[in-house]
């Protein structure tokens, strides 16, 4: 992707100039379970509201540790978001910020649009709130991708004012759904220095010639329009370090399509050659084994 394509892509996505300060604060008593401290947070995003989301970290020392922003799949499971991520709710094999948190990160779990504490009112179902999120950026010009990364990059804002945070940069760890925003947010926003993207990315045209329904939250219109698709943007992330993982059995996130973004990643590292990417493939489905956290979280502190 040149300079020109970049413009284009950010044209399309039409972010927010007024992303607000933060203004970060905690909500309630932190508590301490075993290895970890869990505090509730508060931060400021654009359009007025302020969002919370749990902040985990060590439950000893004293820092600075390193900071990771967790973001959770889909799955329909609109009553979880962060909460699961966080170790509060839902499948352990999803408490993937709680892992990472115990290995010496400090890690925000947010729920995206339509998730967890933004789901929708009581008794819509959580899907036709999702549409209906959706409807509102589309008639305004924008996508729910938009509405995300505005949110997000707040999110990012109230983690590296978090005073037990290091560095002028946060990692950012995501899984499905979670993972194609991690990788427009890495595209976004400078203070990311590293993505570390499971079961999740995979080029467009690659699921549309399989039939497959491109995610709401992560899909930008025009963009193939352009000549471009999801191999080009993460491809675009270098030289901060990238991730890759996916079970080769996996019928969700399709090998098929993971294989083009793994390619021009490689690519591009002919260009770049200080580049740094890890690729973590396994004989599993669309699941997160706890193996394959442990082994991202010994990445990612490599990458320090």
């Not at 789901?119 to 409807?135: A, Y």
């Given at each position: ?200 990315v995979g080029q467009q045209r690659v699921l549309l010639a399989q039939n ?37 059995r996996d019928a969700v996130a399709l090998p098929a399509a993971v294989a ?45």
């Amino acid at each position: 992707m040149d300079d020109s394509q970049r413009a284009a892509v950010l044209g399309l996505l039409r972010l927010r100039d007024d992303v607000p300060e933060h203004g970060l604060r905690a909500e309630g008593v932190a508590y301490v379970s075993g290895p970890l401290r869990r505090q509730r947070i508060s931060y400021a995003v654009p359009g007025g509201a302020r969002l919370t989301a749990w902040l985990l970290r060590p439950s000893s020392g004293s820092g600075p540790w390193p900071g990771v922003i967790a973001l959770h799949p889909h799955g329909d499971r609109f009553d979880l978001g962060g909460d699961e991520v966080a170790g509060q709710a839902g499948q352990r094999e999803h408490h993937y910020g709680a892992t990472l948190a115990e290995r010496g990160f400090a890690v925000l779990c947010p729920d995206l649009p339509g998730f967890g504490m933004q789901r929708g009112p009581t008794g819509l179902p959580g899907h036709r709130w999702e549409e209906l999120l959706l409807s509102r950026e589309l008639v305004e010009g924008r996508s729910l991708l938009a509405l995300t990364l505005d949110q997000l990059r707040a999110a990012v804002g109230a983690l590296l004012d978090y005073q037990q945070t290091s560095d002028l940069t946060v990692s950012v760890l995501g899984y499905g759904m979670g993972a194609r925003a991690a990788a427009w947010l890495t595209f976004v926003d400078q203070r990311v220095g590293a993505v570390w993207l499971h079961a999740g990315v995979g080029q467009q045209r690659v699921l549309l010639a399989q039939n497959r329904l491109l995610p709401r939250h992560t899909l930008l219109p025009g963009l193939l329009a352009l000549g471009l698709d999801q191999a080009d943007v993460i491809a675009a992330l270098l030289p901060r370090a990238v991730g890759i993982s996916y079970g080769r059995r996996d019928a969700v996130a399709l090998p098929a399509a993971v294989a083009p973004v793994i390619a021009a990643l490689h690519a591009r590292q002919e260009l770049l050659p200080g580049s740094k990417i890890a690729v973590l493939d396994g004989d599993y489905d669309h699941r997160f084994p706890l193996e394959v956290q442990q082994a991202i979280a010994d990445q990612l502190l490599a990458w320090r």
